[in-house]
Each structure stands twice: as C-alpha cells, then as structure tokens.
C-alpha cells in the first residue's frame, strides 16, 4: 500500500488519528520514534525555525526544502501545512503543490483564513487537478478560530464552507478553535468528511473525542512552544550560572541521533 493510500485510510479506521506537527527532520524523528502513525508539519513552526514570521512569509524553496528533509528521515506518511497556498494564482499554487508532491507529502492542509471561500474552493479545485486523486487535501476553515463569526451563525457558515470545499475536491475539514463537546459532536456529524481539530487548552482528549466522532487531533505548534520553551529555561540558567549540568541533564535518555539518521 502507498504511504498516500496508508494516510486516508488513517481516516477512516476506528481509531482517532493522533497527529503530531514536526518542523525539522529531527523532530519529525522524534515523533515517529514515539509511536506516530503519521507526522505533520506545522507551517507557523517551519517558519518560525527558519526566521520567519507565520503567514505565508516562508519561501516556497525554503518550505519545499525542509519537507524534503522531513520526509527523507520517515517511514510513515508525511502531511505538510502550506498556509494558504502562498498564493492567490491558481497557476502559481498548482507549481508549488507539484512541489510539495515531489518532496515528498502526501497530504496537506491549505487553511482559507479570511479569504473568500469561493476563492478557496477554487484553489482545492487547482490542488486536485495539479495533484491527482492520492493527494490527501484536508481544508481548514477559520471561521472559529479568527472569529468571523457567532454562534449559530459560526456554525452555519462552518457547515457551508465544510460542504463547499468537499464539493471542490478537498477530502477532509479541519476547524481549529472549537473545545466545546456538543459543538464539536455537531461538526462531526453535519460535515461529511472526516473532521479535524485542533489540540489546545481544555480541549477533550483523543478518547472523547474519537466518541464524538472526530476523526483527526493535531498538535498543532504545542510542541515547538514546549521545546522552545524548554530550551529557552536551561539556556537562561546556563548563561546566568555558567553551571552545564542543567543542561546536560535535560539531554539524558535521547537516542544516538548518528544512528537514527543516515
């Protein structure tokens, strides 16, 4: 079975997909030595761990590169977060999805932000033709997240770009934001294609949520803040102490990384 093949069907199994966001190679490693199933970038992540700010700021060669990278390092599927596509041409987005393609992906999410959803749903239609029917195309909407609207209001524009992008070819529908149980049991059942979520802050866990009928949980960058995070501590304590032991401590137990990679 193809790694393309072996990412939708994640989907649809009983078991919620629990999703990691990588932003490097060794990261990426990191997570599919853990237990992954599949790994994801996290587009704010990759832009951050090359100097740049999130929102379609990263260079597609740079953004093409470190998919590459990643999926050089794995044996599970890899899906990479493009933002919006890094452009509103259509012709321009289908070069770049040859690319993420070719590097390696088999899967992306292309996010609608606050553009204009017949606009996105153009562009999920220039995804398919330029990538063909093994690509996995998982349509973010921000509706929630950026507060574009209220209430059932929020919902019914969710639920009408949700089937406005299936009908444009996209294969899932990603709708960061939501926490609460009975509106996300409402998404899960109104829109017909696997759901996915976003991990945050009081969110329900994966059990709940499988229950609920979601059927994808991403990390989103939870796990670049936490290694920044972490980092950001034992640096400090090393330049005000000069006392290394902190921060040879917090390296115990990783793997030989000259064997992981090759």
């Known amino acids: 079975m193809s790694q393309a093949a072996v990412f939708k069907q994640l989907h649809a199994d009983p078991q919620i997909l629990v999703l990691p966001n990588a932003w490097?190679?060794?990261?990426?490693?990191?997570?599919?030595?853990?237990?992954?199933?599949?790994?994801?970038?996290?587009?704010?992540?990759?832009?951050w761990a090359h100097g740049y700010a999130d929102g379609d700021l990263l260079p597609v060669p740079t953004l093409l590169a470190a998919i590459g990278e990643i999926a050089r390092v794995l044996k599970v599927p890899l899906t990479a977060d493009i933002e919006g596509g890094y452009s509103d041409d259509l012709a321009t987005l289908a070069e770049t999805i040859k690319g993420v393609v070719g590097a390696g992906a088999v899967g992306i999410n292309l996010e609608d932000g606050g553009r204009d959803p017949d606009l996105h749903a153009r562009k999920i239609e220039a995804v398919r033709k330029a990538a063909g029917a093994e690509l996995f195309v998982n349509a973010r909407t921000d509706v929630y997240l950026r507060g574009l609207a209220e209430g059932d209001a929020a919902l019914a524009e969710t639920l009408r770009r949700a089937e406005l992008y299936r009908a444009a070819g996209a294969d899932g529908i990603f709708v960061p934001g939501p926490t609460d149980e009975a509106l996300l049991g409402t998404l899960?059942?109104?829109?017909?294609?696997?759901?996915?979520?976003?991990?945050?802050?009081?969110?329900?866990?994966?059990?709940?949520?499988?229950?609920?009928?979601?059927?994808?949980?991403?990390?989103?960058?939870?796990?670049?803040?936490?290694?920044?995070?972490?980092?950001?501590?034992?640096?400090?304590?090393?330049?005000?102490?000069?006392?290394?032991?902190?921060?040879?401590?917090?390296?115990?137990?990783?793997?030989?990384l000259n064997k992981r990679f090759r």
Request: glycine letters at 10%.
């Open 24 to 47: 490097d190679a060794a990261s990426a490693a990191l997570m599919e030595d853990a237990g992954a199933k599949a790994v994801a970038t996290s587009s704010a992540a990759v832009a």
């Open 188 to 256: 899960a059942r109104d829109i017909a294609l696997p759901l996915n979520v976003m991990g945050r802050g009081g969110a329900p866990s994966a059990e709940r949520l499988q229950a609920l009928g979601v059927r994808r949980l991403s990390s989103a960058t939870a796990p670049f803040r936490a290694a920044y995070a972490a980092l950001g501590r034992v640096i400090s304590d090393f330049l005000a102490s000069g006392d290394s032991s902190a921060l040879a401590q917090a390296g115990q137990g990783l793997p030989d």
